[in-house]
C-alpha cells in the first residue's frame, strides 16, 4: 500500500490506520501521534504531526482548560507518561 512500514514493528496498528486515514483525506488534517517511529512514518508522508503534549498546551492558549499541569498531573497518575522536557517546554510556552 501506500504505507511505508505498514506492518513493521515501528508502527501499531492505531498509528497504521490513523495514518492511513489521514492520507485517504481531501480534507487538511492534523495527526495525533505520540510514538516517535509513527511521528517520522507520518511525517515522511507529508503529514501534519502533533502530540498529546502539544494538544494540551494549545488548549490551555487557547482557554479551553484552566491548566495544562493539571492535565499532564492527570495522566500522569494513569499510565500515560510524556517526558519531564516536553512537558515542561509546554508549560512554559503557554505559561502555566
Do not use: W
Request: net charge negative; aromatic share 2%.
Amino acid at each position: 500500500g501506500p504505507l511505508p512500514g505498514h506492518g513493521s514493528p515501528d508502527l501499531d496498528e492505531g498509528e497504521a490506520a490513523s495514518i492511513c486515514l489521514a492520507l485517504s483525506s481531501s480534507e487538511l488534517v492534523l495527526i495525533l501521534i505520540d510514538e516517535r517511529a509513527g511521528r517520522a512514518v507520518a511525517q515522511e508522508l507529508g503529514l501534519s504531526v502533533a502530540g498529546t503534549a502539544a494538544v494540551i498546551g494549545l488548549a490551555r492558549q487557547r482557554g479551553l482548560i484552566a491548566s495544562a499541569r493539571d492535565v499532564f498531573a492527570a495522566l500522569h497518575a494513569g499510565d500515560f507518561r510524556i517526558a519531564p522536557a516536553v512537558i515542561q517546554a509546554v508549560l512554559d510556552r503557554c505559561g502555566d
